[in-house]
């Protein structure tokens, strides 16, 4: 029996950014074992679908050509493979749609039991778009890497947040303001009274001087920084760190891994850790629970039709979007 399709925007070979984009048609995948198949009412791009593209993970990501890319989707779950035994057909869901796989940015995606999380009729699916890999990335870096409980209950910390106007950034500002902690963070001038709407206690213009070397407004020294921009090299975050300080980097390069070693190797108490996403579903459906009780938001950069896919791609290589950026179905 032939299979039905479906439209999907795909690439077929690296590099070309948003004019390498191909708007297809290609058959709707099937569920296996422990598998939901989902019809998307939105997705969400990140840097990270990008940076495959131009080969930053090549020879590991995309395992082959033609590549269906995005991982962060929201819609309804259509039909569940054998063993799958949280959702049924007719669920609102958020999921994680594996890179190795890919196939995030269709009218239809394939997504492990154990990366979905369920939507409450209350929060739209751009909303929930937005959590995967920003959402758990901001969230491991804090309760993880850092240690912060986001019930307020641990020792105070400074925290600063580098990038805090973009996707990940905005979710940590929020999410570090859910623990006991005073957040400095850095974003162009445009974006300092939104940043402070977030729940930021100080806020520096990055182009500054000030804000160039990290300097906090109130002269504190950071016990840890969530690094979300790039090209900031140690020598700038060493003399703000408290003396145990961590840095967290979110888009580790190679500088920063060889850092990270030199800092192991001298049993240096200021850190450098890389973060390496580990998405789970149970932090998926946190973070949402957090979204449906008011206390962390999704902020829309700006929103396109799946049509108009190679726009939204466009506007997340340009770099200055505040917020995420989200394909509607």
């Excluded at 925007?9 to 950014?17: L, S």
């Excluded at 910390?157 to 570090?176: F, P, R």
């Excluded at 504190?220 to 300080?245: M, Q, R």
């Excluded at 800092?263 to 946190?286: A, M």
């Amino acid at each position: 029996m032939e299979k039905k399709l479906m439209r999907a925007v795909q690439y077929n070979a690296y590099g070309g950014g948003s004019n390498a984009l191909k708007h297809v048609e290609v058959p709707i995948p099937s569920p296996s074992k422990d598998e939901v198949l989902i019809k998307l009412e939105a997705a969400s791009i990140n840097p990270f679908d990008w940076k495959v593209q131009k080969r930053m993970l090549w020879p590991i990501l995309p395992p082959k050509f033609p590549y269906i890319p995005c991982t962060d989707i929201a819609g309804e779950v259509m039909e569940v493979g054998k063993g799958v035994k949280k959702f049924k057909a007719g669920d609102k869901v958020v999921g994680f749609v594996s890179p190795f796989s890919g196939g995030g940015l269709a009218e239809f995606a394939i997504v492990k039991e154990c990366l979905t999380a369920s939507r409450p009729p209350e929060i739209t699916a751009s909303e929930c778009a937005g959590l995967p890999v920003a959402g758990l990335t901001a969230l491991q870096a804090l309760s993880q890497s850092i240690g912060i409980k986001l019930d307020g209950s641990g020792e105070r910390k400074n925290i600063l947040v580098t990038a805090a106007s973009g996707g990940v950034g905005h979710y940590a500002v929020q999410l570090a303001k859910l623990g006991n902690t005073h957040v400095t963070a850095t974003c162009g001038a445009r974006n300092i009274e939104f940043v402070k709407s977030l729940g930021a206690d100080e806020v520096i213009d990055y182009k500054t001087s000030d804000g160039a070397a990290l300097k906090s407004p109130s002269g504190k020294k950071y016990d840890a920084v969530i690094h979300c921009a790039v090209g900031v090299p140690w020598s700038t975050f060493e003399p703000n760190l408290s003396t145990n300080g961590k840095v967290v980097d979110i888009t580790p390069s190679s500088s920063s891994m060889m850092t990270f070693a030199l800092k192991k190797l001298t049993f240096s108490r200021k850190q450098l850790v890389p973060l390496l996403l580990v998405p789970k579903g149970k932090d998926l459906q946190y973070l949402v629970d957090l979204v449906k009780q008011g206390k962390l938001r999704t902020v829309i950069d700006s929103k396109y039709p799946i049509t108009k896919a190679e726009d939204g791609w466009a506007k997340s290589i340009d770099g200055h979007a505040t917020g995420k950026i989200i394909f509607e179905f």
